[in-house]
């Protein structure tokens, strides 16, 4: 942390000290596996997900490192398939505060992968993490070649934030109410 980039900084700057497990093919039956528990890829047929394994990349984290870093640039999401990371963002004094922690099936930096703009949180393994991984460059060449998948996938990432987002405004306004009690 406290590095300054210029530019997005890319998965293989993020990650290049991981160790990379190949592609995400081997993976394809854990996939499904988590798949079921989850609702991103619920759509997508078998054949479709051993396609999308072959535009994703796999990584293994040890204990303690920071997989996404907050407020630097990227161009990736992680869909973790083993293990559990710490999501942190600092308070407005800069002490790093847990929003959540996110599990096997949880997806991760979606947002960062569509607009690019600089991450929200920091995300770090709380033990070893197994994850696979998507770039947006990847992510366009999917579209390119693979259209319905690609699109496909965009919509399940657009249903996901749109949940999210309605998550926040609903505690957002909770909060907003507890403070009119107060003020009263």
């Known amino acids: 942390?406290?590095?300054?980039?210029?530019?997005?900084?890319?998965?293989?700057?993020?990650?290049?000290?991981?160790?990379?497990?190949?592609?995400?093919?081997?993976?394809?039956?854990?996939?499904?596996?988590?798949?079921?528990?989850?609702?991103?890829?619920?759509?997508?047929?078998?054949?479709?997900?051993?396609?999308?394994?072959?535009?994703?990349?796999?990584?293994?984290?040890?204990?303690?490192?920071?997989?996404?870093?907050?407020?630097?640039?990227?161009?990736?999401?992680?869909?973790?398939?083993?293990?559990?990371?710490?999501?942190?963002?600092?308070?407005?004094?800069?002490?790093p505060q847990r929003i959540a922690t996110a599990g096997p099936g949880k997806t991760l930096g979606e947002m960062s992968l569509i607009d690019g703009e600089p991450r929200f949180a920091s995300c770090i393994a709380l033990g070893i993490v197994e994850f696979a991984l998507l770039d947006r460059e990847t992510l366009s060449r999917l579209i390119t070649e693979h259209p319905r998948i690609g699109v496909k996938l965009m919509m399940e990432l657009l249903m996901l934030l749109n949940q999210r987002l309605r998550h926040v405004s609903a505690q957002l306004m909770a909060c907003m109410d507890a403070r009119k009690t107060r003020i009263r």
Do not use: H
């Open 1 to 95: 942390m406290g590095r300054i980039y210029s530019g997005v900084m890319t998965a293989n700057e993020t990650l290049n000290k991981l160790e990379m497990l190949g592609d995400a093919i081997p993976f394809v039956g854990r996939i499904r596996e988590i798949i079921e528990t989850i609702q991103l890829f619920e759509d997508f047929e078998a054949a479709e997900l051993e396609q999308l394994a072959a535009y994703m990349r796999c990584y293994r984290a040890p204990t303690g490192t920071e997989i996404i870093a907050e407020n630097e640039p990227g161009d990736f999401m992680i869909l973790i398939l083993e293990g559990w990371v710490e999501i942190v963002r600092k308070d407005t004094q800069g002490l």
